[in-house]
């Protein structure tokens, strides 16, 4: 048998060039043709809370002019990566309130395989305290979440005694004390960068990924220039300071949002006079806590494993993975473990690792980069144009809190999907004997509202039982049990889903509500069947109709008390019929 040859016979000819060119009017064409009617911009354009309406497909033209496209990694404006080479350091969160515990959980988990270790909570009482909490992690990078001015000023005393060989980091915000910033900024300890812009507070108040980076860029901008007018050079001042990024789960966004601060970051740094070499980002992710869920807690593995993709493709500098269950209770070993070895498969066996930038080329991941830069600058120039981050306090509080709304109204009705919570809710799941009430409420997270119908019904102890009666047309009695499992599921009820073939086995049933699940024109014969049956042997159970037929009106006066359909908000709705039913703790 004859050796395979598997040469490709060089050439210089560009590949595919037997192919004629295609132009986006033929392609719209051929899209249009296959929609049959249907409306392009409401089928296939996707329309973001930033105001970006993204569209089904890019192609080389729509990111002509972009005058950045070409920068290597580690190349100013640093949009496609902060260095050349590819990588992140992975982050573990340490929360124990005492230093000794605190220490050893992170010495094990570096053993473990972090890379750095970030440390909250934990109560410094003196200098000793730090030496205590930082025995043994000479050699790893550690960050230090929220120190307040007692313990930066020992850290301070510390450090000047004990000089640190790698990156010590800390969230201490350089514009909420500016004496305490510029004492900081001028004690000049080698490897420690103090001062954290952090926009992933920012993210927990609402706004949208483009507000991020223009209020982020915004509190960058006015810490340069409160440091510059005390007498720090920028360029000082620009290595000192960190930006702390969430990464929550619009992936694509997520991924461009850490590509467009670095561009308007270093163009903001350059203005300052700032050295090219000098204007780089360093950026300090986390997996976002606001959309965690106490419900179905083991899909909250899987949006922190797109959400440290997310980062790494968007050239986080480090990230750290809550653990799953960090929502509702403290952390086990076990969950800072999945968490922890979640980065080191997606480092070790995924190899992500490997490339740096490896979302540069895509058309479509280029142009969300540049519109984001684009409304994050402009963001910019509003904020200074009310005298600054801090001057503009109020209106940024108050355009987050209309992005909050929009966003939580999204996830009442459904449009944003919160899979186990809002949609495909697993209504025997009982999370009232795990979770710890303070962790539950703070921090603000998206599904809250929803969380609390289900643990109002877990707390009133039966639960109430639904009957969804399938009856008639195949199709539609089918389609409508489905969708009305998964509203009444979001409220824990106990849903029975059986089909009948008359009403006199309807009548046999227990139940708290009956839902009729039919097609529209049969409902009237139905209800008008069903309802005087259940009065005739003594039962006031309430009927309900699945779905939104032309002739509400006439089966109300039948006795139909209420309908379930796409338009219904399940929020309002099932708090309605728990009080009903008399789920009120």
Not at 403 to 427: C, H, L, P, Q, W
Request: glycine share 6%; proline share 5%.
């Amino acid at each position: 048998m004859p050796e395979a040859s598997f040469a490709v016979k060089a050439t210089s000819e560009p590949l595919f060039q037997e192919f004629s060119p295609v132009t986006s009017a033929q392609w719209d064409a051929v899209i249009t043709k296959d929609l049959k009617g249907a409306d392009y911009e409401k089928k296939l354009v996707w329309k973001v809370p930033s105001g970006m309406a993204v569209r089904p497909y890019y192609r080389r033209e729509d990111i002509a002019g972009f005058d950045w496209l070409k920068a290597a990694p580690g190349a100013f404006p640093y949009v496609r990566g902060a260095k050349a080479e590819p990588g992140w350091t992975i982050r573990e969160s340490i929360d124990f309130t005492d230093p000794i515990p605190a220490n050893k959980a992170a010495l094990a988990a570096v053993a473990a395989g972090a890379e750095e270790i970030a440390f909250g909570r934990v109560a410094i009482g003196s200098v000793n305290d730090i030496g205590l909490l930082l025995n043994g992690l000479d050699k790893v990078p550690v960050h230090l979440i929220c120190p307040g001015d007692k313990l930066m000023r020992r850290l301070l005393q510390y450090l000047s005694k004990n000089p640190r060989k790698v990156k010590l980091t800390s969230t201490l915000d350089p514009l909420l004390d500016l004496d305490l910033s510029e004492e900081t900024a001028k004690a000049n300890h080698p490897n420690f960068f103090p001062f954290m812009i952090d926009a992933a507070r920012i993210e927990e108040s609402g706004p949208t990924t483009a507000e991020q980076v223009g209020f982020a860029l915004a509190a960058g901008i006015d810490y340069l220039d409160a440091m510059a007018r005390r007498g720090i050079e920028p360029e000082r001042a620009a290595s000192l300071v960190e930006f702390g990024f969430t990464v929550a789960s619009n992936f694509f966004f997520e991924i461009s949002k850490l590509r467009a601060f670095r561009m308007v970051w270093a163009r903001a740094a350059e203005s300052f006079g700032i050295p090219a070499g000098k204007c780089r980002a360093a950026i300090a992710t986390r997996t976002s806590r606001w959309n965690k869920t106490i419900y179905d807690p083991h899909v909250n593995v899987l949006r922190a494993t797109t959400e440290a993709m997310a980062a790494i493709i968007g050239g986080a500098s480090s990230i750290c993975i809550y653990p799953f269950n960090a929502c509702y209770q403290r952390p086990d070993e076990d969950s800072r473990r999945l968490a922890r070895n979640t980065q080191i498969m997606l480092k070790n066996e995924a190899m992500l690792g490997r490339v740096a930038d490896p979302g540069g080329g895509s058309y479509a991941l280029e142009s969300i980069t540049e519109f984001q830069a684009c409304q994050g600058w402009k963001i910019m120039q509003e904020i200074e144009a009310r005298g600054g981050y801090r001057k503009a306090a109020d209106w940024i509080a108050e355009r987050t809190a209309k992005s909050m709304s929009d966003r939580e109204e999204r996830i009442a009705s459904r449009k944003r999907v919160f899979v186990g919570t809002n949609m495909y809710a697993n209504a025997q799941e009982r999370a009232l004997g795990r979770i710890e009430p303070a962790r539950v409420v703070n921090p603000r997270r998206g599904t809250i509202a929803y969380e609390a119908l289900r643990l109002r019904t877990e707390r009133h102890g039966q639960a109430p039982h639904i009957l969804l009666a399938e009856m008639g047309d195949p199709k539609m009695r089918a389609a409508r049990a489905a969708f009305c499992t998964n509203f009444f599921a979001c409220a824990g009820f106990d849903i029975v889903s059986k089909r009948f073939n008359s009403i006199i086995d309807i009548l046999a049933e227990k139940a708290d509500v009956i839902v009729l699940c039919s097609s529209d024109p049969e409902y009237a014969s139905l209800a008008a069947e069903l309802i005087p049956a259940l009065r005739d042997i003594g039962l006031s159970t309430p009927v309900v109709v699945a779905g939104s037929p032309e002739n509400a009106e006439e089966l109300k006066t039948l006795g139909v008390t209420d309908f379930i359909h796409v338009r219904s908000n399940p929020l309002e709705v099932l708090a309605d019929w728990q009080q009903w039913l008399g789920v009120r703790r």
